[in-house]
């Protein structure tokens, strides 16, 4: 089963503040994803990765910045923090021998006061 | 653009009763493949069935789902639900012609089985 690891699992913030989430995956996979959960929109995808150095914009990027380090290390970048990105943050990764399954990690709350 | 709809919200069943969960879709390509994907409450969400061709039959755990383009549709199916199938589920579309590897998701449907 393939591995995909998050921190922090919770986070609070102040409106304007910085927050860097991580996410780390130990299954070689070459795309990683950002995605946002809200009731009423289901999954969005902020950005995702081909690989190191590699960046591509998603659906709902505004506000967000990414940024891929290694095939391992995915972070999602929130620079001025502002209410509307309350969410409950998942990163996945997938790739091309798993037949484009993708694994999710176990999600990240953040709340923006 | 592609887009994913699941049309209903909350779905209540009675448990060993069967249930569908609706799923259709929009796409201007024919290199797609489509998932179910099952969120149990406090957990990530997780794939349950994927299939890419047309009028084939695909199970996992109970569940069915065949594509039907004729219709746009994958609707996902159990003949006798549990308890414990109790979940969110997202239908979801991916299009290798042009989206670049990424999931087009519906916004969910929230299963509840009852006893």
């Known amino acids: 089963e393939a591995a995909v690891t998050q921190s922090p699992r919770n986070k609070v913030t102040v409106t304007g503040g910085n927050v860097t989430l991580s996410c780390r995956q130990t299954?070689?996979?070459?795309?990683m994803y950002w995605y946002r959960q809200d009731t009423g929109h289901g999954l969005r995808l902020i950005h995702y990765?081909?690989?190191?150095?590699?960046?591509q914009i998603g659906d709902v990027p505004d506000g967000y910045k990414a940024t891929r380090t290694t095939q391992e290390d995915f972070f999602l970048l929130l620079e001025l923090a502002s209410p509307s990105q309350t969410s409950l943050y998942f990163c996945a990764s997938s790739d091309l021998d798993s037949q484009d399954t993708q694994y999710f990690g176990p999600g990240t709350r953040l709340l923006v006061l | 653009g592609d887009s994913v709809t699941q049309t209903e919200g909350l779905v209540t069943v009675t448990e060993g009763l069967p249930v569908m969960l609706n799923c259709t879709y929009q796409t201007a390509y024919s290199d797609v493949a489509f998932f179910w994907y099952v969120q149990y409450l406090n957990e990530a969400p997780k794939l349950l069935l994927r299939?890419?061709?047309?009028?084939k039959r695909t199970e996992h755990q109970g569940f069915h789902a065949t594509l039907h383009k004729s219709s746009s549709s994958f609707h996902l199916q159990k003949s006798s639900v549990q308890l414990s199938d109790s979940a969110l589920y997202y239908c979801a579309l991916m299009n290798y012609g042009s989206s670049g590897n990424k999931l087009i998701f519906g916004i969910g449907t929230l299963l509840s089985v009852k006893p």
């Open positions: 299939s890419s061709t047309d009028n």
């Open positions: 990765s081909y690989g190191a150095g590699n960046l």
């Open positions: 299954n070689s996979h070459n795309y």
